[in-house]
């Protein structure tokens, strides 16, 4: 099977490690890809958001399958695209991928197919969103109030506010500054939820989901949480109190009632579904669905993966995952992120990166790039704010966890720097 791989982060490497295991890959190409990627298949200089370039590019290649990593593809359509041209694509229709693309589209799912979730109202002018704050009960630092910005933010489209005075100002900067772009000329305003935040993975195809796994991500910069939020500086795997008998009741709540309603509304989701869930004292609600794998999550799932990925891959794009056996080892797993200096203001490149082979020779480690570059010596150097996703797989969290540090400590270069406290929650 001839496939490619559209993204460039740390999540692609794993996928590009792991698919690289299939007997069934005859070629590999990634677009755009990182050094890392490179170590498993044909790097190719096509931007991700390059829907008609990467297209033409899979057609002239006779690429099997299209596998999209990031979100923004997917919600530019490049499935449909494929579809146009006989092509399969592992990943979701734009009409599907709305379910990432729109929070309003996401809350109407909800609403309609009885999932869990904050109770929240959209709004497409200002004077309502106004009105509705101003009515509201205030909110308070035990009970702020949550505005989203409807479509994609790239992280920044969430603001989480104990004030009313402090929500109105949100609400002018997105709705009538345009701080956000289009992307938050509608927003939704609802409830604060409070529990353990966890990301739950399957696969998805009609109303067929066959679950990944759960991890708990870091987004934090700082050890306990704390400093300001980034991409995400680790993750581990399982979450506490989150087995996997827990996992399927979750996906019983929060998933496949979305696929059903997706069947019936005629734009059935198949996919990589992420569902983001608050687990609240009332059980696990939903704060937001994502169309692909999470970045460092799929990091911390995938080396678990004892099955072929590929055939999984390949079913779901033609709508028969039911057929396809999918085993996990019941190992742990941590990741801990190893950013650049500088991160996330301005992370400083082009710092030479030294041990990371020694680092991943160590038994069930796994390092994955992200931020990385070969300089015009060839030498491997920082290029982004999240460089290395170093991962490391256990007999429960503990092992894990240590072996993941093991291996960040033997990596170095100038201004490196980690949380040292990925997968306490866990534990
Ligand atoms: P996003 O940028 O969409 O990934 O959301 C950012 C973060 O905001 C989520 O990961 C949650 O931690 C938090 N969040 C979003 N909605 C809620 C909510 N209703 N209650 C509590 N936290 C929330
Ligand atoms: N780890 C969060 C995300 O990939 O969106």
């Known amino acids: 099977m001839r496939v490619l791989l559209i993204g460039s982060g740390g999540r692609e490497h794993a996928l590009a490690q792991i698919l690289a295991r299939s007997?069934?890959?005859?070629?590999?190409?990634?677009?755009?890809?990182?050094?890392?990627?490179?170590?498993?298949g044909t790097n190719i200089a096509i931007?991700?958001?390059n829907v008609s370039a990467l297209v033409a590019f899979a057609q002239r290649q006779h690429i099997d399958l299209v596998i999209p990593g990031?979100?923004?593809?997917?919600?530019?359509?490049?499935?449909?695209?494929?579809?146009?041209?006989?092509?399969?694509?592992?990943?979701?229709?734009?009409?599907?991928?709305?379910?990432?693309?729109?929070?309003?589209?996401?809350k109407d799912i909800c609403k309609t197919a009885g999932i869990p979730t904050a109770s929240g109202q959209h709004f497409t002018d200002v004077d309502s969103a106004l009105h509705f704050i101003r009515h509201k009960e205030a909110p308070t630092p035990q009970t702020p109030l949550v505005i989203k910005a409807d479509g994609l933010a790239a992280g920044k489209g969430v603001v989480i506010t104990p004030t009313r005075t402090e929500a109105e100002s949100v609400i002018r900067d997105m709705m009538t500054a345009g701080t956000l772009g289009q992307a938050g000329r509608s927003l939704v305003i609802e409830d604060y939820l409070e529990g353990e935040e966890v990301?739950?993975?399957?696969?998805?195809?009609?109303?067929?989901?066959?679950?990944?796994?759960?991890?708990?991500?870091?987004?934090?910069?700082n050890d306990g949480d704390t400093g300001p939020n980034t991409g995400g500086m680790g993750a581990v795997s399982p979450p506490k109190g989150f087995d996997r008998a827990a996992q399927e009741a979750a996906l019983d709540i929060t998933v496949r009632p979305m696929?059903?309603?997706?069947?019936?509304?005629?734009?059935?989701?198949?996919?990589?579904?992420?569902?983001?869930?608050?687990?609240?004292?009332?059980?696990?609600?939903?704060?937001?669905?994502?169309?692909?794998?999470?970045?460092?999550?799929?990091?911390?799932?995938?080396?678990?993966?004892t099955s072929d990925l590929l055939p999984a891959l390949y079913a779901l794009a033609q709508n028969k995952l039911d057929t396809i056996p999918l085993t996990f080892s019941h190992q742990a797993s941590v990741c801990v992120v190893m950013a650049a200096q500088g991160y996330p203001a301005s992370p400083q490149k082009g710092s030479l990166i030294h041990g990371l082979e020694t680092a991943a020779s160590l038994p069930d480690v796994y390092i994955f790039q992200a931020g990385t570059a070969r300089n015009t010596a060839g030498e491997l150097v920082t290029a982004g704010g999240r460089v290395l996703a170093v991962c490391a797989l256990g007999d429960n969290v503990t092992e894990a966890q240590k072996r993941a540090y093991t291996a960040v400590k033997k990596i170095h270069w100038h201004g490196a720097h980690w949380r040292t406290d990925i997968g306490i929650r866990a534990l």
């Not at 007997?23 to 498993?40: C, E, K």
């Not at 739950?200 to 987004?219: R, S, V």
Request: proline fraction near 8%; glycine fraction near 10%.
């Open 47 to 49: 931007d991700a958001h």
């Open 259 to 305: 696929l059903r309603e997706m069947v019936r509304r005629g734009t059935p989701f198949c996919g990589v579904i992420f569902a983001g869930l608050m687990l609240t004292q009332n059980g696990p609600f939903l704060i937001e669905y994502n169309v692909r794998f999470g970045d460092p999550e799929a990091e911390a799932l995938l080396p678990r993966l």
């Open 199 to 221: 990301s739950l993975f399957a696969f998805c195809a009609g109303e067929t989901a066959l679950l990944i796994g759960a991890a708990q991500d870091h987004k934090r910069l």
């Open 70 to 106: 990031p979100e923004a593809p997917l919600v530019a359509g490049i499935a449909d695209a494929c579809a146009a041209v006989g092509l399969l694509c592992a990943g979701p229709t734009q009409a599907a991928a709305r379910l990432e693309g729109s929070k309003s589209f996401a």
């Open 23 to 40: 007997p069934l890959l005859s070629a590999l190409f990634i677009a755009p890809g990182n050094p890392g990627t490179a170590l498993f």
